[in-house]
């Protein structure tokens, strides 16, 4: 293919070819500015080029957004109030502390990202007790709001962080959220946990003056947990009766009585009267004496 010499650098030409391309050449050979020049083409194919760059492109976009992107976020409660931003893969990529003690506790502890979402839940409620949250004499309560959109996935992640939190003593309430609804309670600098809280107070009819002023998450749990408890109480099917046919508790016992005092009243009776017929089949000695009497006058 033919091309014109634009420029030179030494033995480096620029080359415009006859299809309108630039390209760089070296030559051995020296060329002038302007000469016509016959330019080898190489074997290589930019259409070609092009499609696996393309390719390559997407890939990375695919992979920093499953990646570098939160797929999910889950606010971890304990008292220090920590978000985790997760990706598709369930690696913690991001955290803020919602709340004074969340940012205290995230400040010391800077090794949460890249963990497994399920074992920064564990590490998060390990380094609260260490540092005094915990409480070694009442009931600690750790509440997860948390968002996602598979629930096959969802089932998955909360029987993963119940196994790493059940020996840690404390109540755990786990609770799933749209991802619009919580970014909503985000964006007015709310509480997912403490407003997640609130709305299964309500569910379950406790009175929102109860409850409406309350923002201690620890307080909400305890509350939830109790209203829980008095619904199991109350929601305790009756003892089944027995069946129609049967006598009613008690009155077969009562019956068994009935029979053994009318046996005895029997009994005493049948006494009676053995000792009545006795009486008057045995002739007493007056009506014998006189029957003998009678006899020897006639």
Do not use: C, W
């Not at 330019?39 to 976009?61: D, E, P, Q, R």
Request: proline share 3%; glycine share 10%; no cysteine.
């Amino acid at each position: 293919m033919k091309g014109v010499i634009l420029d030179k650098k030494g033995k480096s030409y620029t080359i415009l070819t006859e299809k309108g391309d630039y390209m760089n050449r070296k030559f051995n050979e020296t060329h002038k500015v302007g000469e016509e020049i016959e330019v080898a083409m190489t074997s290589f194919n930019y259409k070609s080029f092009s499609a696996a760059a393309a390719v390559l492109i997407l890939v990375g976009i695919l992979a920093f957004n499953m990646l570098l992107i939160p797929y999910g976020y889950a606010e971890v409660a304990i008292n220090p109030s920590v978000e985790l931003g997760y990706n598709r893969l369930y690696s913690v990529i991001k955290t803020e502390g919602l709340n004074e003690d969340g940012v205290k506790l995230l400040s010391e502890n800077k090794k949460i990202k890249g963990m497994k979402i399920e074992d920064a839940v564990e590490y998060l409620i390990e380094e609260a007790d260490k540092k005094g949250y915990m409480s070694k004499t009442e009931e600690n309560y750790v509440v997860i709001a948390y968002t996602s959109k598979d629930g096959e996935l969802n089932s998955k992640l909360e029987y993963k962080v119940k196994e790493k939190t059940e020996n840690s003593g404390a109540d755990l309430t786990l609770m799933n959220m749209e991802q619009n609804k919580y970014s909503d309670i985000r964006d007015k600098k709310d509480n997912p946990a403490v407003e997640g809280l609130k709305e299964k107070l309500t569910e379950r009819n406790v009175p929102e003056e109860n409850f409406e002023d309350v923002e201690e998450v620890k307080e909400l749990a305890r509350m939830l947990k109790h209203s829980e408890k008095e619904q199991n109480e109350n929601g305790k099917p009756e003892d089944v009766g027995p069946p129609d046919h049967s006598n009613p508790p008690g009155q077969e016992k009562e019956q068994e009585q009935n029979n053994d005092d009318k046996g005895e009243e029997g009994s005493e009776d049948n006494s009676g009267n053995s000792g009545n017929d006795g009486d008057s089949g045995r002739p007493s000695k007056g009506n014998s004496g006189h029957g003998s009497s009678g006899g020897g006058g006639n």
